[in-house]
C-alpha cells in the first residue's frame, strides 16, 4: 500500500469527545501501517465557537493515547502553519483563482434578504437554493463580502472507499460560502486547500458530510485538484441506537475517562473496534496489533452503537494485563491520584493493588474499594444482622463465631497459606459454611460490600489490625 498521508483536523471548540478521538485513530492507524505520516491541523476559522484552551486539550489528548502526530503544532513541518487562522493568505490566493475563473462571486446580499428568499421556497414548498437567487451585478470582491462559489449544477459519482460507489444529481449542487464576511474561509473550502497543500492522500470524517460532497467535487473540479481518497466513517450511536451520540446521552468527555481512571490503551482499543473488526473474534489489542491488522475495507457502514459497559470491562482487562504481564510495579505507577486520602508507604499501597486489582474496572475504584485498609472501618452492625448468609444467627451465635475465630487467628502464623489453613480447620470446628463464618470475619475487618480473597486481606491488614477490628465487632455485640 502507498505511504498514505492523512490528518486529524478538529475545531477547538470545547472538550474532545468520543467521536472527536475515533476520527483521529483510524487516520493514525492508516499513517502508521504504510509508512506515512498524519497530520494534525487546528481549524480554528469559527471565531464565534473557539475556546481558549481546547487547543492544548486536543493534544493532550492525543498524547496520552499515544498518538503523536507528525506533522503540525510543537512539532512543525513542511507544511507550516497548521493553524487556519494563520493561513488567510492561501485561501485568499486560490479564492482569486476561482474569481478569475469565473466560479466565484462577491455576494452583497443581506441576511434578511436571504430570509426571505428562504421564506418564499418554504411557502411554495420548493427546496431554498441560493443559486436560484444569485445577485446580479456583483461587486469586485474584497474582505467584508463574503464570496460564494457559483456553481454549475450536473450530476457527480465518487467512490467511498467505505460506502462504495456514490452518485447524486445536479439538484444538490449550490452556491456555497467560501470565504466569510471577516475574510476566513468556511470548512467546505478550507479543507480543500489544506489537503492539496499538505499532500493529503485519505480524508477519514464521519459521514455526515456526504451529503456536502457534491459541493465539494465541483469545487476540486473548478480549481483542476484531484480529489483525495474519501473514507466516511460511521456514526457512533447512543446506547438505546436511535441516533448520533451527543453529549445528553451519557457519554463523558475523554478526559473525564481519563480522570476517572481509563487506561489509555483501553480507550483506544475501544473506540479503535468501535465500527471496525477485522473479522476475528479477538477483542484485546495493543496499539502495534492495531496498526498491523487495521484495514480501511474491515470499516463497517452502520453505525456503532457506543456501550460504556464494554468500555468499563475491557479497561479492566487492560488493568489485570499491566499487572500480570508488567508487574505490579508498573500497574502501580498509573495510579497516582487515585488513592484515599491517606498517608502510607509506596510498599503497603503495592501490596493492597496487589490483592485488589482484578476487582478495578477503572483506577479510581481505589477510593472507594480500598479505604478500609488504610482507616478502621465504622462499625455497622446492620451490615452483618441483614447479611442474607447472617440474619439467621442469633447476636450470641455471631459473637461466639468470632470469639473462636480471634483464639484461632491469634495462634496462627501470619502469612497467607497459613491463614488459609486457619480458616479451612475454623470451618471445620465451627461446622459452619463458607459464605457463612468467612462473610462475618470479611464484614468485621471491612465493613465494605466486598473485598479481596479473605486470607489475603488479613495477611495485607495484618495480625494486629485485624484481631483488633474483630474484637470492636465482639464488644458491639
Known amino acids: 500500500m502507498e505511504k498514505a498521508i492523512t490528518r486529524f483536523a478538529p475545531s477547538p471548540t470545547g472538550y474532545i469527545h468520543i ?6 485513530i483510524y487516520p493514525y492507524l492508516v499513517a502508521k501501517q504504510t509508512g506515512g505520516k498524519m497530520i494534525l491541523r487546528i481549524e480554528d476559522t469559527d471565531r464565534a465557537r473557539y475556546v481558549e484552551g481546547a487547543t492544548e486539550l486536543i ?17 512543525g513541518g513542511e507544511h507550516e502553519p497548521y493553524f487556519q487562522t494563520e493561513r488567510q493568505d492561501h485561501y485568499i490566493a486560490w479564492a482569486k483563482k476561482l474569481i478569475a475563473a469565473g466560479r466565484a462571486y462577491a455576494d452583497p446580499t443581506t441576511p434578511e434578504q436571504i430570509e426571505e428568499y428562504r ?3 418554504n411557502a411554495e414548498k420548493v427546496p431554498f437554493l441560493y443559486r436560484n437567487f444569485r445577485p446580479e451585478n456583483t461587486p469586485e470582491w ?3 463580502i463574503p464570496l460564494r462559489f457559483k456553481a454549475e449544477p450536473k450530476e457527480y459519482s465518487w467512490h467511498d472507499e467505505v460506502m462504495g460507489d456514490m452518485h447524486t444529481g445536479p439538484e444538490v449542487l449550490d452556491d456555497i460560502i467560501l470565504i466569510k464576511k471577516d475574510g476566513l474561509p468556511t470548512y467546505n473550502f478550507a479543507h480543500i486547500i489544506d489537503d492539496e497543500e499538505m499532500g493529503v492522500t485519505h480524508i477519514m470524517r464521519g459521514v455526515e458530510y456526504l451529503s456536502s460532497m457534491p459541493n465539494y467535487l465541483a469545487i476540486y473540479e473548478a480549481l483542476g485538484l484531484n480529489h483525495p481518497k474519501f473514507v466516511s466513517l460511521p456514526h457512533i450511536l447512543a446506547p438505546q441506537g436511535n441516533k448520533k451520540l451527543g453529549k445528553r446521552d451519557g457519554a463523558k468527555s475523554v ?11 483501553a480507550m483506544l482499543n475501544y473506540l479503535a473496534c468501535l465500527g471496525w473488526n477485522d473479522g476475528t473474534e479477538q477483542e484485546i489489542y495493543t496499539k502495534d496489533e492495531l496498526i498491523e491488522k487495521f484495514s480501511i475495507d474491515k470499516i463497517q457502514t452502520s453505525g456503532a452503537r457506543y456501550d460504556e459497559v464494554k468500555l468499563l470491562w475491557m479497561n479492566g482487562q487492560w488493568i489485570r494485563r499491566i499487572a500480570d504481564e508488567q508487574g505490579i510495579d508498573a500497574l502501580y505507577e498509573r495510579t497516582t491520584g487515585f488513592w484515599p486520602g491517606v498517608d502510607a508507604s509506596d510498599d503497603y499501597k503495592k501490596r493492597v493493588l496487589a490483592i485488589i486489582y482484578d476487582r478495578l474496572k477503572v483506577l479510581s475504584d481505589l ?6 485498609f488504610f482507616a478502621d472501618p465504622k462499625v455497622d452492625m446492620s451490615m452483618i444482622l441483614e447479611n442474607k448468609f447472617l440474619k439467621k444467627f442469633a447476636p450470641a451465635e455471631l459473637k461466639e463465631l468470632l470469639e473462636k475465630s480471634i483464639a484461632k487467628l491469634s495462634a496462627t502464623e501470619w502469612n497467607a497459606d497459613a491463614l488459609q489453613n486457619a480458616l479451612n480447620e475454623l470451618l471445620a470446628e465451627t461446622d459452619k459454611k463458607p459464605a ?12 465494605a460490600p466486598f473485598s479481596p480473597a479473605l486470607n489475603l486481606t488479613l495477611e495485607v491488614l495484618g495480625k494486629d489490625i485485624s484481631l483488633k477490628r474483630l474484637q470492636a465487632v465482639v464488644d458491639n455485640i
Open 19 to 24: 467521536g472527536n478521538v475515533r476520527s483521529a
Open 119 to 121: 421564506a418564499k421556497c
Open 142 to 144: 474584497e474582505i467584508g
Open 59 to 75: 493534544e493532550d489528548t492525543l498524547k496520552w493515547l499515544g498518538m503523536n502526530w507528525d506533522e503540525g503544532p510543537e512539532v
Open 255 to 265: 478526559v473525564e475517562y481519563r480522570d476517572d481512571g481509563v487506561l489509555p490503551e
Open 436 to 447: 457463612e463464618l468467612f462473610s462475618l470475619i470479611r464484614l468485621s475487618l471491612s465493613f
Open 367 to 372: 477510593r472507594t474499594m480500598t479505604g478500609y
